[in-house]
Each structure stands twice: as C-alpha cells, then as structure tokens.
C-alpha cells in the first residue's frame, strides 16, 4: 500500500456540465479516483471547479463570526435537543472518546443551509448564510462528482443522483 496520497487532476471534468461517461478523460478520472481510495484511501482533487474567490470568501466571513466574544456566538449555538444539528458549536463540547479530554475547536455545523427558520449570524456576519448556501452548493455539486466517478470506477452503472433518490427524499449533508 503505497503511503503518499495522490493528486486528482479535475481539469477535464466540469461541474455545472452534466455527467458524461463515455468521454475518456472521464473514464479515466474515474479510475485514479478509483485507484486512489482502494489504495491510500484518499486523495487530494486540484483544478476541481470551485473557484479560489468563493472559497476565499467563505474562509472570510467564517472568520468574522469566529473573532465575535464567545457570548454573542452563543446566540447561534447548535442545539442538541432539536432534529437539526445547526449552529455553532463551542470550543471543548465535543467529545470523540471519553477517556480523553474534549475535543477543543469551534465549529459551525451546517446541515439544512436553505431552510430560512433556522437561525443565521447576523450584522456584520450579515451576508453569513449567503456565502454558505452558495458555498454549500459548490461543495454538494463536487461530491456528487465525486460520487459519480466512484460508482463509475466501481462500475455500477447507477449515478449518485439515482442511489440518493432510493435512500430518502432527503440526504442531510452537513459542512463545517
């Protein structure tokens, strides 16, 4: 088992286009995706569609909520008695394994971006669930990508598309 993780090049894909299999450079796409999870198991993806503004921009207004004093983040705090993990989530909540001390970060968990009655940062994060709901949509475009080039390189002859529609009318991502 080879130790360095590859680079996918996904040049030749496009993510706003639909999926087109029979083009060789997608069947190839497919296969170094393929041979890199059953390899290494993962893979950096360059070149992947998503344009270095938009994830600048998210890493942006990401910072701007996470300097606001721990009090005025509270407001937005993930709540674990809902059915929605949304919200901010404090440094040492989370804990992996309880032997071990919590994990110490801050998270802000995304997991319905375009349902309006969940609370969102405001004032100077005013443009927050806009970047994210556009950032949202990048990222879920490039993992059904993803997806798709790993059932093609598993050959099954199915899209991600169809095996999201037989699990549930809903897939509930969440994005970090």
Known sequence: MSSEIPVVDFS????????????????KLAQEIYDAFTTVGFTYIKNHGIPESEISTMFQVAETFFKHPYKDKRRFERQTVTSTFHGWVAAGRELVDPSKPSDF???????????????????DCSDFKETVERFFHSSEQLTHSILDLVCLGLKLNVSIAYLIKQRSKFCLSTMR
Not at 12 to 27: A, C, G, L, R, Y
């Open 105 to 123: 970060k801050e998270a802000y968990d995304i997991t319905e971006p375009y349902n309006n009655s969940l609370l969102w940062p405001d004032g």
């Open 12 to 27: 030749p894909f496009n993510i706003d286009e639909n999926f087109d299999e029979t083009k060789p450079e997608i069947e």
